[in-house]
């Protein structure tokens, strides 16, 4: 069982159409939660790390919050340059605490 | 500029040929880790170091060794690569383990 979910797998927004993407983790001890976005072909680029429940960032069209249980990472009035792979990862207490957990990522396709 | 490098960028090998790929970063950061991506399973992490001469096992790390002579480089090295090893790969660096990763910019790997 996957121990981080992200959905949907693939979005395609209007250029200006809002819209959430999700990642819920199953394990307990959540130490922090991060947000990546990814280029074809391209290392993944840092967005956001998150580490309590309540908690929001934001960045230009992007902002990320967290639950008990799930983050969201909202784009208003998306661009097609915000077109991209967004991934989230989890660092988590305990067993495995030393290592990243990632989600497969969503494809976001922004169309002009 | 603040950043992690890998080389080389695109390789090219056929089964059984030792190859090494390098990685460093200009950070002082002491945690260093590998990740392989490939379609449908996400990043997944092979091996990573908490610092200098202290490595340890990711969730894929048969075919592959690691070392940490120095803080700043950490080298991936397969001994006898296998068509199954063809993936991109990533290296990361942060701080402290807990902290947030910044990744390189990729190894596209193709065995033959």
Redesign the interface.
């Known amino acids: 069982e996957d121990q981080v979910t992200q959905s949907p797998e693939a979005l395609r927004l209007q250029e200006g159409e809002s819209s959430s993407l999700n990642c819920s983790y199953t394990v307990s001890g959540l130490?922090?939660l991060?947000w990546?976005r990814q280029d074809p072909?391209?290392?993944?680029?840092?967005l956001f790390?998150l580490y309590s429940a309540g908690e929001e960032k934001e960045k230009e069209r992007l902002k990320a919050t967290l639950t008990k249980k799930e983050s969201f990472l909202h784009i208003t009035a998306p661009k097609p340059e915000d077109s991209a792979t967004y991934?989230c990862?989890v660092?988590l207490s305990g067993a495995g605490?030393?290592?990243?957990t990632?989600?497969?990522?969503t494809k976001l396709s922004v169309i002009p | 500029e603040a950043q992690?490098t890998q080389n080389p960028r695109y390789l090219i090998t056929v089964t059984g040929k030792k190859l090494t790929v390098t990685c460093s970063q200009n950070m002082n950061h002491e945690?260093m880790?590998w990740y392989r991506q490939d379609p449908?399973?996400?990043?997944?992490?092979i091996y990573?170091s908490?610092n200098v001469e202290v490595t340890?096992k990711?969730?894929v790390p048969e075919g592959y060794k690691v070392s940490r002579k120095e803080k700043r480089n950490f080298p991936l090295i397969l001994e006898s690569p296998s068509p199954n090893q063809t993936s991109?790969y990533?290296c990361?660096s942060s701080l402290i383990?807990?902290d947030?990763?910044?990744?390189?910019?990729?190894t596209?790997l193709t065995v033959l």
Do not use: C, I, N, W
């Open positions: 130490r922090g991060f990546y072909g391209k290392g993944p680029e840092f790390t991934l990862a660092h605490s030393y290592q990243l990632f989600g497969k990522g | 992690v945690y880790s449908g399973l996400g990043l997944r992490q990573y908490m340890d990711g969730d991109l990533f990361a383990h807990k947030t990763q910044y990744f390189g910019p990729g596209r």
